[in-house]
Nanobody, 123 residues
Framework: VQLQASGGGLVQAGGSLKLSCAAS????????VGWFRQAPGKERAFVAA????????YYAESLKGRFTISRDIAKNVVYLQMNSLKPDDTAVYYC?????????????????WGQGTLVTVSS
């Protein structure tokens, strides 16, 4: 089981990035998917999640309005569009497949994790 996160990079404050999370059909079938991030010296934190049908989404309160999660079921890819990026958004971003079909915020609800992609926002 593998999840592949990509799309990270260096961007100036105010810019945008779109992350992608690809996985095998078996990994994503009937599973919610979430994005988390971990900044240096901090714990991994919830960013956004989407149900397996894509009809339910959750966001960390502080990120609402700037980040958008979506999924292409046919391609088995989940995206995280990040706009108006701030230096505080600098972190390694991870995607994960949930144990169930729902969108979930708790790390304990996720069973498969990708390797992470680094996002660096310069001031």
């Amino acid at each position: 089981v593998q999840l592949q996160a990509s799309g990270g990079g260096l961007v100036q404050a105010g810019g945008s990035l779109k992350l992608s999370c690809a996985a095998s059909r078996r990994t994503f079938s009937n599973n919610g998917v979430g994005w988390f991030r971990q900044a240096p010296g901090k714990e991994r934190a919830f960013v956004a999640a989407i149900s397996w049908r894509g009809d339910t989404t959750y966001y960390a309160e502080s990120l609402k309005g700037r980040f958008t999660i979506s999924r292409d079921i046919a391609k088995n890819v989940v995206y995280l569009q990040m706009n108006s990026l701030k230096p505080d958004d600098t972190a390694v971003y991870y995607c994960a497949a949930a144990r169930g079909a729902a969108a979930a915020a708790a790390i304990s609800q996720y069973q498969y994790w990708g390797q992470g992609t680094l996002v660096t926002v310069s001031s």
